[in-house]
């Protein structure tokens, strides 16, 4: 087996170069990716996935009396804090500056164009919503792609915005959470409770047998996977999204989301026109002031969460703590990243093929953590501490590096990444690699 081969990621006018065409049948070839963008693609994969399966076992919502006389007790509890430190919110933070920075990549492989951009952009989102929907309404509740092709539509109002205005938007949008909890908390005015209260009134309707007036008709995350009928599990799915949708207004992530795709803009554009990738010493930089600023942010945010602090304006402490110490974590992690694949690009290289195949390997993510932890699957969902779930992360993760590697030795595109392109271009699009003249698939480096 051929080890991935990263090109230079330092950006000179040659390796950088960008795909001036956009055929639907042709990927961008391995000479005019930025390996430095699928590598981050692939690591932020791995620990959304580590983030995730806390809820996708299970795991979050085990009883703390329960989880204290577990076996790996005490371990898990330590695991647990490191995972809310270094972890939790940064990853599908970088993941959501990725997305900006493949925003401003493919406007620049369009020469700018608006006239050809645009419509372009927006059958990619209208795609990217078909996809996101499926997997919001029929598998799990926890999509994200739905949120980023809904705002992913509104990223062609910015893209004249000068670098300024950019960072400018972008720092109002990571504070607006924290107004607009303090607008509600003052005119108390909870919106989104409104969407909890009508999906647990929708999952008591479709399960009564599981809900009662007792416990005003309160969703059970236990029960809900504990559902055995694959019918009645699609049909309890159908209105999860509104419990999504109160979480997503609650914590006002729509605004921090879009704040991060407009730093990714921004951060594109450095990649593509001032080749920051090959400026070590600002790299560094960035990380120690990323680490130096988020690490302690990190640490107070955790003693706010682990310490159970409710009512009065302790939510807000919380609010105000996500906006200053996740985003700071992310750009270092994105800077350190950077920092390995320049100087030892092969230390990193298995993560490409992941990240190449970013959107498929996420799906897959949910659909086999639901056969594994569901009672529509094997059923051990609520039975595992956090470090069995984690072994269990890791397992999945490394089927899907040999599954990625060998995948895109013989196709273009992952396979959601296929239908995905289809639906963009509307045309049926060639998936397997050219044969040689044996009728074997050409195998090329990833």
Known sequence: MQTPVI????????????????????????????QFLDILRGIAILFI???NIRILSGEYFIPEGQKAVMKTASLDYILEILAFIFVNGKFYSVFSILFGIGFAVQYQRMNKDDKVFVPFFRKRMLG????????????????????YALLGFTLVWFRHFSDKRLLIWSGVLLLMPVVHWLAMYLTDTFYPWYFFRLHNELFAAAIPEMTSEQNNLRFNPADYMAISSVKQLLEVNLFMPLRRLGGLLMEGRIFKVLALFL??????????????????ALLKKVLLIGLLWGVPMNLLRTWVDFSDLDGGLWPLAEYALNALALT?????????????VTRR??????????????????????????FIFYGVGLGYGGTLGYSGILLVALALFSWQIIFSIFWLRYFRFGP????????TYGKLIKLRKPLTKKGHARILNV
């Open 416 to 423: 959601v990444e296929w239908i995905w392109r289809q639906l």
């Open 328 to 340: 700071p974590m992310a750009i270092a992690y994105c800077a350190a990243a950077a920092i390995v």
């Open 128 to 147: 990217l919503l078909i996809i996101g929907s499926v997997h919001l309404f029929l598998v799990w509740l926890g999509d994200i792609l739905t949120l």
């Open 345 to 370: 690009p092969r230390w990193l290289a298995w993560f490409a093929p992941v990240g190449r195949t970013a959107l498929s390997n996420y799906l897959f993510q949910s659909l086999i953590c639901i």
């Open 263 to 280: 730093l990714g803009i921004w951060a594109g554009r450095q990649i593509l026109e001032r080749n920051i990738l090959s400026n070590t």
């Open 49 to 51: 996935l580590v983030a």
């Open 7 to 34: 090109t230079n990621t330092k950006p000179s006018g040659d390796n950088i170069r960008l795909f001036t065409t956009d055929h639907p049948d042709i990927p961008v070839p391995a000479m005019d990716r930025i």
